[in-house]
């Protein structure tokens, strides 16, 4: 058995799908077929940055969505047949598409728009998120409650047992962060997103 598992966001950079656009048409096409929905070249977004651009939410949901079909259809031409598709937040839209419940073109005017309205909820700027490792969920919870005040942070996404993103307004997230570490955390780790995800300001 194969399973697809597409990434949500976080996962972008610039220079993603460059080489195998350049390499491989299938997914040249799939990049050609991204901008002519959208209107817009996402595929210069993604081959050249800058990367502040990108980075902005309603670019980074086309762009990663963008880069995972390019990915399935490639390795689909090759032989590799998925019997299960799932993802990561972001990454279910890509798994629709993948398993043909979802058009590419419609999923990419979706997440852009999407990605439009999560930004236009918390401006850039004013919200944030981290991964934390090496503390459980109810340790999360604690560092989270103990220091929100008048903000939001709270547990966003569980990794892992041991990996949970955490979310909110920006100083809110850092004195997390703080406070995850003093009760046992190994790294907190901020992630490169425009929005604060998976949380109450949404």
Do not use: W
């Amino acid at each position: 058995m194969v399973a697809f598992v597409f990434p949500g966001q976080g996962s972008q950079y610039v220079g993603m799908g460059k080489e195998l656009a350049d390499t491989f048409s299938i997914c040249r096409q799939v990049f050609e077929e991204a901008d002519d929905a959208l209107g817009q070249k996402i595929s210069r977004l993604c081959f050249d940055g800058p990367a502040e651009e990108l980075q902005l939410t309603e670019h980074t949901q086309p762009a990663i969505l963008a880069m995972s079909v390019a990915v399935c259809r490639l390795l689909t031409s090759r032989g590799y047949e998925s019997h299960y598709m799932a993802g990561h937040s972001l990454g279910e839209y890509s798994a629709h598409v993948a398993a043909g419940t979802l058009g590419f073109a419609d999923a990419l005017r979706l997440v852009s728009r999407r990605g439009r309205y999560m930004q236009e909820a918390v401006p850039v700027g004013q919200g944030a998120m981290a991964v934390v490792m090496g503390l459980d969920a109810e340790g999360i919870q604690q560092a989270c409650a103990e220091v929100a005040g008048d903000e939001v942070v709270s547990a966003a996404n569980l990794n892992t047992p041991s990996q949970i993103a955490i979310s909110g307004h920006v100083q809110a997230v850092e004195r997390a962060g703080v406070r995850a570490r003093e009760l046992g955390a190994k790294r907190v780790v901020p992630l490169s997103v425009s929005a604060p995800f998976h949380c109450a300001l949404m």
